[in-house]
């Protein structure tokens, strides 16, 4: 009986202990989440549309030998400039070179007979219609000497304007077949940013506007190269159902550009508002949220650092940063990025990085 009476009383001190330690409920710390910010300001006509580009040459062209026949010279090498008219390869001319002779032998002999026969025409000594006969006879040597001249202009391939050897297609001392691919060549100078846009941005762009254009480069980042768009495709690819729009640039000094490059197109929001000028609420991608078809984002309050959820309604808009048409005012401040864990009256800090 007196060890139930001691073990109560060890229970009680215990429970005493215990409670006097603790000092009562145990209070869990308010939960401060990092969040990035980000103060809303009217868009005006900054720029903010940004597509992905690969850089085009501004001219491009595959070029062929017209005939065949074994490539005899290739004096060329990729990468290599070429000025307009010069020599890209030379054909084995010895065929074209024997039907030029032997056209022109048939033609001297038509031509001597037409010849003959309109001097005895003149004598009566010969029918009119023989002289006809032998008149379309020279006609026709002439138009085959023609096409004999032309084949053999034809096994030399020259440059049709000047430009950089992209590709070699062909091999020298390889038999080539008429239109057989032999080199890309493309054009230096002024190129191309092209991107694939959705049919949406495209019915709105408008192709008569000068609109603010800038393209950075994957290659050089740091460096925004002015552009202009050039034109947009009026039939979309069938896979991707996406328009090319093409943006034509000047690479800047000392820096070599080339083809199969890649970078972005940033495009003002002027390129597709119809020509509206009024300035616009914008905000990044990353601040929108959704639940089923509704968008909000998460408003700060300065003051006490916590959020409040509103609702927004977001104009039809492609990029890094999209419109707001209803919601929000210029000077409010929004959690931009690491919204998906927030909840109503959270307590926040900006994120520091």
């Known amino acids: 009986m007196h060890s139930n009476v001691f073990s109560k009383i060890l229970g009680v ?5 215990l409670a006097s ?4 409920e145990v209070e869990e710390p308010e939960i401060v989440r990092p969040a990035k ?6 868009s005006e006509d900054r720029l903010e549309i940004n597509f992905p580009a690969v850089i085009e040459a501004s001219a491009s062209s595959t070029l062929t030998f017209q005939v065949g026949g074994l490539l005899q010279s290739l004096p060329i090498r990729e990468g290599q400039f070429v000025r307009k008219g010069g020599v890209i390869g030379v054909l084995d001319k010895r065929r074209y070179n024997n039907a030029v002779a032997s056209a022109r032998a048939e033609y001297a002999n038509a031509q001597s007979e037409y010849q003959s026969a309109v001097r005895l ?11 006809n006969q032998r008149r379309a006879k020279r006609d026709i040597a002439k138009a085959n000497l023609d096409s004999t001249l032309k084949d053999l202009a034809d096994t030399t391939l020259r440059a049709p304007f000047s430009g950089v050897v992209a590709t070699k297609h062909a091999t020298r001392f390889e038999n080539v077949q008429p239109n057989q691919e032999i080199v890309t060549l493309q054009s230096t100078g002024e190129v191309e940013a092209t991107v694939n846009v959705p049919s949406n941005i495209v019915a709105r762009i408008d192709q008569t506007k000068e609109a603010q254009a800038y393209i950075l480069l994957n290659a ?3 460096v925004r190269i002015p552009g202009q768009f050039r034109s947009a495709a009026t039939q979309a690819d069938t896979q991707t159902q996406t328009f090319r729009v093409k943006f034509a640039f000047s690479p800047p000094p000392g820096l070599n550009i080339l083809p199969g490059m890649t970078g972005s197109v940033i495009g003002s929001r002027e390129l597709i508002t119809d020509g509206k000028s009024e300035a616009q609420i914008s905000v990044p991608l990353g601040a929108i949220q959704a639940e089923g078809k509704k968008r909000f984002v998460w408003v700060v309050n300065k003051k006490t650092m ?4 509103r609702a927004v309604q977001v104009a039809e808009d492609v990029g890094e940063e999209v419109s707001i048409v209803s919601g929000l005012k210029a000077g409010e401040t929004i959690v931009a990025a690491g919204a998906a864990y927030l909840h109503d009256d959270m307590k926040i800090r900006p994120y520091e990085g």
């Open 37 to 42: 910010l980000h103060v809303v300001q009217k």
């Open 220 to 222: 050089a980042p740091d």
């Open 21 to 24: 330690c603790s000092g009562g």
């Open 306 to 309: 916590k959020v409040k959820k």
């Open 121 to 131: 025409l003149e004598e009566d000594a010969i029918a009119r219609i023989a002289v």
């Open 13 to 17: 001190l215990a429970i005493g202990m």
